[in-house]
């Protein structure tokens, strides 16, 4: 069975950094696309990373301030947000793309304010 656990969320003041963490199982990591989106009230779901064997892909709203990586023999998937602001308040979700399937994980949310 698949899993996918994240943590790292809570509060930030603006200017403040998290590292958000997505620790899988029950899947063999390295091969798939993964990434990271986020959903805010009232807000459509955004995606906010995504790598692949051939890169990174961020959108304008955190390109330079959002990083995603992974390590495939942890079989874990970071994302790190640095100089962060009130807009980026929401709950983040990451996901691993198979070839049949698209995992889920259960959420963080994520507060910047001060």
């Known amino acids: 069975q698949v899993q996918l656990v994240e943590s790292g969320g809570g509060l930030v003041q603006p200017g403040g950094s998290l590292r958000l963490s997505c620790a899988a199982s029950g899947i063999f990591f390295s091969t798939y696309v993964m990434g990271w989106y986020r959903q805010a009230p009232g807000k459509q779901r955004e995606q906010v990373a995504l790598i692949t064997s051939g890169g990174t892909t961020y959108p304008d709203s955190v390109k330079g301030r959002f990083t995603i990586s992974r390590d495939n023999a942890r079989k874990t998937m970071y994302l790190q947000m640095n100089s962060l602001k009130p807009e980026d308040t929401a709950v983040y979700f990451c996901?691993?793309?198979?070839?049949?399937?698209?995992?889920w994980g259960q959420g963080t949310q994520v507060t910047v304010s001060s």
């Open positions: 996901y691993v793309q198979t070839v049949s399937n698209t995992y």
